[in-house]
């Protein structure tokens, strides 16, 4: 008998382990689960979730944060699970796909409904989420841009004021005065600088310029700015494009003139940017006198001990003009919510001057979408001694180009990421782009 | 409710044989590993190989297409190149796993008993092998890793090595078999433990030396458990995949794409379940081929000590 008995309890074990995730129902406030990437940026948007529970006593709000690395594949396989969050932070690369698949709730609907205005926020960062079939998925709520970060030691020991900085020049054939500040700035082992004769490139101690990666299909703080500044748009249109540029000769130069910084070793090679640490803990150590950063990573920079920073524009290209990338997140909800009332009401919050304006501008670490934001935000930002005019002088000069949105941008970014990272280590020419192209062109056919 | 069905069915007719009464706890103590090993391997064997046949996302339910991943799987490069750099893992870190933790084993075995010293020949695999795999990968760093410091002190060059193509499978390798080797060395140590020690005073008696010990009598008596402990890790090793996912991503280029982290990008980054089933499957018969090669040549089942 005792055999039966232990079967049976072990039977109960398995049910009650299985049958316990219904919540009672009317017991306390309803629970809306959040999820976001950036660890920055989450004691703002709790203060957003404390000031909406204020607001609304029925909802409660649970912030949940995954590393960038993992953030997407976890949401994956919590759309396949059924334990997907409510509401989650978004991005533009990634969020088509998940459109496509019918995982993300339309909003039409509720903005018609309550009368969202969308010309509130910076212009054109509301249509980036109306996906290819027409309907919209989420409502802004930052925006970002490109702008280089530089060490004030290692400018004051180049003997380089910093105001040289604000009007830099670069073109794809000497690289202009922009490449002449980088190699001023580089120094090697033996104390000789970049420009001077004598100069080991194989013995490093302070590139003038930090590297990230190969920048994969997108390059946004890596080459971007160059490649935009010199007329290259990267697909025939956007969003949605029907054939990608990484054919073009004016693409094929920007990325053969930044390579070349590698081997004159003004920039780190490929094998030392892969081989530990990040591009901010390099710079962190000295190590970069200079860097190419998004807006959203600024407060971090700052929080590096020992090293004082200044910000600085990208440089004006051939077309006359800066450019940056001009990308923003946003909000989505996930199809299968339990309580849609709840998680619009939350997206909704999120996307409002409540939170944006009087909340997240203050807190000085992201551009809100709202434009009446940014000028609150320069000013938090200004508060801790960083003046972010390179950052927003793209948006009051139009100088931003929105991020592209392509279908299938997982298996363009897998064939981008092989060839740029073979051209950057100088393992395939830049004209294997032409290949390249060819490829990821079918992906979108 | 089917898998109390048997139990049941047995324990209802009394009067057995003591043989037949010891089948019934025996099935009871099976059970709980024979559901787990059904519910979470056998069926998603069994399903991922019927997925291996079809075009699925994982959104929308999966279309048959016959053979068409496997067609495809042979002519992408990045699969070969998989199936190259995962053998060259294996390679390496079994390798030198292996050779390393015998010696450790051994001389564990002829010079101490020290629970200290077995202790701290643990302690690498105690550490999670994320963490393993990320301090490493700072202290290897190439610009301001504390071993490129050191090797500079020395006045050598800095090298990259997880950032060289041609380095980072063998640091990831030997990261590896770092953290590995004292679990495997205790293993093995394990085994000579089996070893009567009358063997040793016969051969000591015969004139046998220390050397001559562990190549006539230590080795060939060990064979049964080094086939066992080779299984194991050689499996593991084609396994390697959060190491990494946490360092090279893959790169640079494609030197680290092991197979495993080949089938989770395919499946979970880029949607594509059907070609990732199918790569696993490949897998699953190269494993098998190779476990059943190994017992084979090892002769695993039978023993020496007669």
Known sequence: ?445 | MSISHPSVRLAGSPGRRRRRSDLLPALVFVLPAAAGFTVFYLWPAIRGLYLSLTSYNVFTPPRFVGLDNYDRLLSDHLFWNALKVTAEYVLINIGVQTVAALLLAVLMHRLTRSLVVRGVLLLPFLVANVIVALVWFWMLDFQIGIVNQMLDWLGLERVAFFGDPDLAIPTIALVNTWRHLGYTALLIFAGLQMIPPAVYEAAAIDGASERQMFFRVTLPLLRPVMALVLVLTVIGSFQVFDTVAVTTNGGPINATRVIYYYIFDMAFNRFSFGYAAALSSVLFVLLAGIAYIQLRLTRAGETDLA
Request: negative net charge; proline residues 5%.
């Open chain 1, 1 to 445: 008998m005792k055999g039966r008995i232990s079967v049976l309890a072990l039977a109960a074990l398995l049910l009650s382990g299985c049958g316990q995730s219904t919540t009672d129902p009317g017991a306390g406030p309803v629970t809306i689960d959040y999820w976001m990437w950036d660890t920055n940026q989450q004691p703002q948007y709790q203060a957003c979730a404390d000031a909406f529970t204020k607001a609304n006593p029925d909802y409660k709000v649970k912030i949940t944060q995954y590393g960038w690395s993992d953030y997407w594949s976890t949401l994956t396989a919590a759309f396949v699970s059924g334990t997907a969050p409510d509401v989650f932070t978004s991005h533009l690369s990634n969020y088509p796909q998940f459109a496509a698949q019918g995982q993300l709730l339309p909003i039409d609907d509720l903005v018609a409904r309550d009368k969202i205005d969308l010309s509130l926020y910076q212009d054109g960062l509301a249509d980036l989420w109306v996906a290819k079939d027409g309907k919209r998925y989420g409502l802004p709520k930052d925006f970002d841009t490109v702008a280089l970060i530089y060490n004030k030691q290692k400018l004051k020991e180049a003997g380089i004021d910093p105001k040289e900085l604000d009007d830099l020049r670069w073109n794809p054939q000497d690289g202009g005065t922009y490449e002449k500040l980088i190699a001023r700035l580089t120094v090697d082992e033996n104390g000789k600088r970049g420009d001077e004769p004598g100069f080991d490139k194989k013995h490093v101690a302070t590139y003038g310029l930090g590297l990230n990666s190969s920048g994969s299909g997108s390059g946004q703080t890596e080459w971007s700015m160059y490649a935009m500044s010199n007329g290259w748009a990267y697909g025939d249109r956007n969003p949605w494009p029907t054939t990608l540029n990484y054919a073009d000769p004016r693409f094929k130069e920007t990325i053969k003139w930044f390579t070349s910084l590698i081997d004159k070793g003004y920039m780190p090679s490929m094998s030392i940017v892969t081989s530990g640490v990040a591009q901010m803990d390099a710079y962190g150590a000295g190590k970069y006198a200079m860097v190419t950063e998004g807006s959203w990573n600024t407060k971090a920079y700052w929080a590096l001990k020992g090293v004082e920073s200044g910000l600085a524009p990208t440089p004006v290209g051939p077309t006359g003009k800066r450019a940056s990338l001009f990308n923003g997140l946003a909000d989505n909800i996930s199809a299968t919510t339990d309580n849609p009332d709840a998680a619009w009401a939350w997206m909704k919050f999120l996307a409002s001057p409540a939170c944006q304006t009087d909340i997240v501008a203050d807190h000085g670490v992201i551009f809100p979408a709202i434009k009446q934001a940014t000028v609150r935000a320069e000013k938090a930002f200004a508060k801790q001694g960083i003046d972010v005019k390179p950052f927003t002088m793209h948006v009051e000069q139009g100088t931003t180009h929105l991020a592209l949105i392509a279908d299938r941008w997982a298996d363009v970014s897998a064939v981008m990421t092989e060839t740029m990272d073979a051209i950057f280590s100088f393992k395939a020419p830049v004209d294997s782009l032409d290949q390249a192209n060819e490829k990821v062109n079918a992906l979108l056919g």
